[in-house]
């Protein structure tokens, strides 16, 4: 027999989206070496579960006006506050 128990994991408050976006995280984690890594121009690109938009912007300028970026988020004012920048 399985055990088919299931853990619910927490959802990143909105209210603290400014933790998930800053200069040290910025400086520690270097979007720019992965984007550069693994996104060309031209490239579509899935920023699945993208929060406030840590690694977007940086995918989006990669992929250049011929690319195209897709973020997805469960929360819909994540997804704003990666519109508004």
Known sequence: ???HTHHQRRIFSVEK???LDNSLRRFLYR???LAGRFVRPGFRVLDFG???GFFTR???QRAGDCGQVFSVDLQAEMLRIVREK
């Open 1 to 3: 027999m399985t055990d």
């Open 17 to 19: 989206a400014g933790w």
């Open 31 to 33: 979007p720019e070496r």
């Open 50 to 52: 993208c929060g406030p």
């Open 58 to 60: 940086e995918f989006a």
